[in-house]
């Protein structure tokens, strides 16, 4: 039988594993940020509870994207299960550089799996990611942008209060 449905779509199975790993990684990126945003909330980063917010809503919809995609073209996408997503964090600054860690670790994953499409010659699928390496690119300037303003305006005093502030500006900002 699985020989039968494999038939009834160009998706290879290996290609199928990378993207339904992705959908998981999208979905753990998205429980992530939500945690994040509790933890920000928690602490008085109101702003930045908003950020990771929207950035949790991005995510879930990089990961249904993603899941369409598996169906569309005839493969078996599978739900994920997100377990154990870090609740805590040591500082203000700790949460974005957690933030810049997932979204390198998410295009690490993307890039793996666009070379991976480029050698099964799955065409489609390397086409359908490309959307995906863009929005990436976009999401880990973002990223180093939020940090760099824990530089640039600096912790003491009211620094927090002003990074907080900036916070909900990095997407507006963020040149097409």
């Not at 994207?65 to 609740?87: C, D």
């Not at 997932?102 to 959307?131: C, G, K, M, P």
Request: hydrophobic residues 40%; contains cysteine.
């Amino acid at each position: 039988m699985k020989d039968l449905l494999r038939q009834r779509t160009s998706l290879k199975e290996e290609i199928e594993i990378l993207l339904n790993n992705q959908v998981k990684m999208e979905a753990e990126a998205s429980a992530k940020y939500l945690a994040m945003a509790s933890w920000c909330d928690r602490n008085g980063f109101r702003n930045s509870a908003k950020y990771f917010l929207k950035q949790s809503e991005e995510e879930r919809g990089h990961m249904i994207k993603i899941f369409n995609y598996i169906m569309t073209v005839g493969g078996t996408a599978v739900s994920p299960e997100v377990v154990a997503v870090r609740q805590e964090f040591p500082t203000f600054r700790s949460v974005f550089e957690a933030a810049l860690e997932s979204e390198i670790a998410v295009t690490q994953s993307i890039n793996r799996i666009v070379t991976q499409s480029r050698r099964e010659e799955d065409y489609a699928t390397e086409s359908f990611l490309h959307w995906f390496v863009n929005e990436q690119v976009e999401e880990e300037d973002n990223a180093r942008r939020a940090i760099e303003l824990f530089d640039v305006i600096g912790e003491e005093g009211t620094g927090q209060y002003f990074i907080d502030k900036a916070i909900l500006k990095l997407n507006q900002d963020h040149i097409e």
